[in-house]
């Protein structure tokens, strides 16, 4: 993976479930977490030179329960290259509901939403 933008010259993305959190914000409720826990993920993007694209929304992606309590984290998320935002200045990422599955589905949105005009009933005059 460290060689990713020596192989690419296009922008590349990478949308995964990555099983790490980057920083304690990424984590709501259950134990603190060591700070050796959130090397892995960072190690990844410096290697890597990718960014975390932002989050629209709530940014927890997967949800466990420990006992009675509720454990929330960032696990998925959508990292690109430098080169991303040049092409794709307007990229977010935001996610579906929890379903089927402890992890709910992610979606990277490249242009902003366009607002669209209201609709009017079609009307005929017959003259």
Not at 12 to 24: H, L, M
Request: hydrophobic share 35%; net charge positive.
């Amino acid at each position: 993976m460290s060689e990713l933008n020596t192989v690419f010259d296009l922008p590349w993305s990478i949308i995964w479930d990555f099983n790490e959190i980057a920083n304690p914000s990424e984590k709501q409720g259950g134990q603190i977490f060591p700070s050796t826990k959130f090397w892995r993920l960072n190690q990844v993007l410096r290697l890597t030179k990718g960014i975390s694209i932002p989050v629209n929304g709530s940014i927890y992606t997967w949800k466990k329960r420990l006992h009675t309590h509720l454990l929330y984290l960032q696990l998925d998320r959508a990292i690109v290259c430098k080169k991303w935002g040049d092409y794709y200045p307007e990229s977010l990422m935001g996610h579906g509901s929890f379903v089927c599955s402890d992890h709910c589905p992610i979606m990277l949105t490249t242009d902003r939403l366009i607002q669209r005009r209201k609709h009017f009933p079609f009307q005929f005059q017959n003259f």
